[in-house]
């Protein structure tokens, strides 16, 4: 069974940083493409980053680049997201979602985990 569970989310001020977690178990984790959407309260779901499997390139969303870095480490099984100079408007839920074998942010993902919350607020 798939299943992915995100951690490291909580209340942070402006220009503050916060470090989310992903771990994955049920799958071969290395051999996938990943990445984190967010969802924002009272909005649609926002592609944010990804990464292939093994790590080499990664891609962002314009309103986070430079602020934010996605990372794994394929020998624990876990999914990262560096997030610095937090603004309020990074407020959401973020969750890690995994793609088909073989498919990457261009296509739909398959499994996604229950999200952790983020808050920016002073």
């Known amino acids: 069974e798939v299943q992915l569970v995100e951690s490291g989310g909580g209340l942070v001020q402006p220009g503050g940083s916060l470090r989310l977690s992903c771990a994955a178990s049920g799958f071969t984790f290395s051999t996938y493409c990943m990445s984190w959407v967010r969802q924002a309260p009272g909005k649609g779901l926002e592609w944010v980053s990804g990464?292939?499997?093994?790590?080499?390139?990664?891609t962002y969303a314009d309103s986070v680049k430079g602020r934010f870095t996605i990372s794994r480490d394929n020998a624990e099984n876990t999914l990262y997201l560096q997030m610095d100079r937090l603004k309020p408007e990074d407020t959401a839920v973020y969750y890690c979602?995994?793609?088909?074998?073989?498919?990457?942010?261009?296509?739909?993902?398959?499994?996604w985990g229950q999200g952790t919350q983020v808050t920016v607020s002073s």
């Open positions: 990464i292939v499997s093994g790590g080499g390139t990664t």
């Open positions: 979602v995994k793609y088909p074998y073989g498919r990457n942010w261009y296509a739909g993902y398959d499994y």
